[in-house]
């Protein structure tokens, strides 16, 4: 190869990721300045506790557990989803953003019929939060109807 090819090849490796960045940059200002948003902060989702267990409870039994958490960031914070390992556990939350330094709840529900020993339940918490993925844990440990 030419030195002339190899300091065009040069050239355009060096300039041309820096009009991109350039474009993406002055892209991401036009549209907050188009929505009127000011808002360009991130959301960070901080639950208080990650698992709860039920301890012994009777097969048959629906019992549910609230999870707090809070927006510990300066963007509004939105779950997107909260889906759970199983039929048996259902998850219900609420979907307005929840602004920074608010708080939130996020509700359990497991039904153990059908159920028998330890059982443990995964929520995967979706949000845009800066930790965009958060995994919740259940457990408990189901005895036979008396």
Aim: glycine residues 8%; aromatic residues 6%; proline residues 3%.
């Amino acid at each position: 190869m030419t030195r002339q090819k190899m300091k065009n090849l040069f050239v355009i490796n060096m300039i041309i990721p820096v009009l991109f960045l350039a474009c993406s940059q002055r892209s991401g200002n036009t549209v907050a300045e188009s929505t009127g948003s000011s808002d360009t902060g991130k959301a960070v989702l901080e639950f208080r506790e990650y698992e709860h267990s039920f301890g012994k409870v009777e097969e048959g039994e629906k019992v549910a557990y609230v999870f707090n958490f809070i927006n510990k960031g300066t963007g509004n914070l939105v779950i997107q989803s909260a889906t759970t390992t199983c039929g048996c556990t259902v998850s219900k939350y609420n979907r307005k953003p929840v602004a920074p330094g608010r708080e939130g709840t996020l509700e359990v529900l497991f039904d153990t019929s059908g159920r028998n020993g330890l059982q443990t339940k995964t929520v995967t918490v979706k949000s845009n939060a800066t930790v965009p993925v958060v995994i919740l844990k259940i457990t408990a440990e189901v005895e036979p109807e008396k």
